[in-house]
């Protein structure tokens, strides 16, 4: 009505405007012929009379299209509402049905829709509060099996407002898309961890044997999940997974790592996996560059384990075995040759190790240092010490005229950085955990020399990597790099006895993950002038320490009868130092086969765990955060209290021995 109204309006306005220019001409005519004022004031009231006329029937005729029109579009609507392919119902927000077509009747007739048009309701008028008006009310929403979205629109009725949903079934549509997701592609590389370490002790007709029996196992586990495998090389194989069938090895642990524990040589010794699978990509080839990402990540992790690599997100498996030395005094000499060159290369070497420095990362630094001057370039080494952990280390350092201007901030190690400079990170593979994330983010050439189970944080561009599971400690590497350089390395004592030291402190005096190698490198720092009674005496505790540590171990509580977790409560510096001397002291009781202590560090808690091999508390801190090796690990967590945290790590540590069922 309002437009017919507007056409009404337009076409009386034209008119008067038309009348106004006939007046005005007959008024000029009137002026010059008086005698045809009358004539004029007749015709023009004629014509004033006509347009009224006309304008009179104009109206009715209009009025009445649109009324026919109005009638007609009625009908069609509510033909197309009652007839409408899709199922439609008309409410008010308040739960009031007003209306629904025969097709909503007849899609929902043997279902109770009430509930979900409630849900539904209760959500458009939470679109309502926030203003928040969308085009699709439900992007999908499940209805007895089936899938449908659900698109609407809403108008102000009263105090209420009145709502209008269509359900367009998309469950075609939906199976579709999950069929295509489910044939999604995931690309895996399977690799025989200790292959050359076995193999070369067996005669070849068990040799054989023993590599038809593996393939055998691996080929039956692939076909159970409708995939293939294929040998790669002799301990290398490819691997090709629907998405669909990821899930179900995930639920089974991926079993084939203890079906091949097994299979075992006449030597007794024992075969084990590494395994990686990768759906990060957007082509098959990327997926596989993935996949070989992630398989240096679990070798380097210590084998004997499995990784499925989605997007950013990395799912281990495994990895409860303990490491076997297989280390080559080839690699190193390489490692060693090849450190040598990009010192010289450079303009000066900053070394820089993890976050609350110990005698490992200090002593591994030293060497490394060590080496740069015998190469005649300047070192640095970057040391930020919190608390009384390193001070009588430190002390002792002090008197070396030579580490006057070596040890050196985080924010002046970036003052002296420059496009010359190698940093070379001691002691962690991890990015975050590093003494000045900044400084490694600028530096252009990095060199890595780490023991630890590599994380999936690790640093990835580094120029050299010298990363070894299977060594002892930091330490040791560095030694075994000063001892294979082809320039001869002088160490003085206390370099020496700092190398000594982290060697002494990881292995806990030569008790854990202590290997052949472990050895000597140590009788190498021994014929360096080692005094080993000093070293001792920096390892001691002093009285009140001790106390600390008596008190903690007291309130220590078992879990599984043989897990020990306790809590040091105090507000203290050096209460990571505390907790790791605690955690170790607590593996010296009898049936205690790991340990863990918890204590308050800054805004922090930390955790200290260890383990004398049947536990792998590595794995279990990995899911706290945390890292290190079978033995011996320990975590970070912030944002959580002291008690919140031990519930935290004792739900870890159930779902570690659920997984293992």
Avoid at 333 to 354: D, F, N, Q, T
Avoid at 458 to 477: D, G, K, M, R
Wanted: aromatic share 8%.
């Amino acid at each position: 009505m309002n437009h017919s109204k507007k056409v009404l309006d337009k076409i009386i306005s034209k008119t008067k405007i038309y009348l106004a220019i006939i007046a005005i001409l007959l008024i000029v005519i009137c002026i010059y012929n008086h005698w045809l004022i009358i004539p004029s004031i007749i015709i023009y009231m004629l014509l004033v009379i006509y347009a009224y006329w006309t304008n009179t029937k104009r109206q009715e005729e209009l009025t009445e299209h649109i009324k026919n029109l109005t009638f007609s579009l009625d009908k069609v609507a509510k033909i197309a509402l009652v007839n409408s392919p899709f199922p439609l119902v008309i409410a008010e927000t308040n739960g009031n049905l007003i209306f629904r077509n025969t097709k909503f009747n007849q899609e929902f007739a043997n279902i109770d829709i009430n509930n979900y048009l409630t849900n539904i309701l209760n959500d458009v008028k939470l679109q309502i509060k926030n203003n928040s008006k969308k085009e699709k009310i439900y992007d999908e929403i499940e209805i007895d099996k089936k899938t449908y979205k659900l698109y609407g629109d809403y108008m102000p009725l009263r105090d209420e407002h009145i709502i209008i949903i269509y359900f367009v079934d998309d469950t075609k549509l939906v199976e579709l898309e999950n069929l295509f997701d489910d044939k999604d592609m995931y690309i895996g590389l399977v690799m025989i961890d200790n292959y050359e370490e076995i193999i070369q002790r067996l005669d070849d007709s068990e040799k054989a044997q023993l590599m038809a029996m593996i393939e055998k196992k691996l080929y039956d586990w692939a076909s159970d999940y409708k995939g293939i495998i294929l040998k790669a090389e002799r301990d290398t194989f490819v691997c090709i997974f629907e998405k669909q069938y990821i899930k179900e090895i995930e639920d089974k642990k991926f079993d084939i790592l203890d079906i091949i524990k097994d299979i075992q040589p006449s030597d007794k010794t024992q075969f084990t996996l590494s395994i990686a699978i990768s759906n990060d990509g957007t082509t098959n080839l990327e997926k596989y560059k993935t996949a070989q990402a992630s398989l240096d990540i679990v070798l380097g992790r210590g084998g004997d384990q499995a990784v499925i690599h989605e997007g950013d997100k990395y799912r281990f498996f495994g990895g409860r075995t303990q490491e076997l030395e297989k280390r080559t005094k080839v690699k190193a000499r390489i490692i060693s040759h090849a450190l040598e060159g990009l010192i010289e290369e450079s303009s000066k070497v900053i070394v820089m190790g993890h976050t609350n420095s110990d005698m490992d990362c200090v002593g591994s630094s030293l060497g490394i240092y060590r080496l740069a001057k015998t190469l005649d370039k300047d070192g640095y080494i970057v040391l930020n010490p919190k608390g009384d952990n390193l001070s009588t280390f430190l002390n002792e350092l002090s008197q070396e005229s030579e580490y006057d201007n070596v040890i050196v901030s985080p924010d002046k190690a970036i003052d002296l950085l420059d496009d010359d400079t190698l940093l070379v990170v001691v002691d962690t593979n991890k990015k975050n955990y590093v003494e000045s994330a900044e400084l490694l983010e600028k530096a252009k050439k990095i060199v890595v020399v780490d023991h630890h189970r590599r994380s999936p944080d690790y640093i990835e561009n580094a120029t050299l990597t010298f990363h070894e599971v299977y060594a002892s400690s930091a330490a040791e590497l560095v030694t075994e790099l000063i001892e294979y350089a082809q320039k001869e390395v002088n160490l003085t004592s206390i370099e020496a006895e700092a190398l000594y030291s982290g060697i002494m402190m990881d292995t806990k005096t030569f008790t854990f993950k202590t290997g052949v190698r472990t050895f000597e490198a140590a009788a190498y720092l021994r014929k360096c002038g080692v005094d080993i009674i000093k070293v001792k005496k920096w390892f001691q505790s002093d009285f009140d320490t001790y106390n600390k540590i008596s008190n903690i171990i007291g309130k220590a509580q078992l879990v599984y009868d043989t897990i020990a977790i306790s809590v040091y409560d105090e507000e203290d510096e050096d209460s990571n130092v505390v907790c790791a001397k605690a955690a170790d002291e607590l593996l010296t009781i009898s049936n205690i086969t790991a340990s863990f202590v918890l204590g308050k560090l800054n805004d922090k808690i930390c955790i200290s765990g260890r383990s004398i091999g049947d536990i792998n508390v590595q794995v279990i801190l990995e899911k706290l955060g945390g890292g290190g090796h079978i033995t011996l690990a320990g975590a970070q967590v912030e944002g959580m209290d002291m008690d919140e945290v031990k519930q935290e790590l004792i739900n870890r540590i159930n779902e570690y021995f659920s997984e293992q069922i």
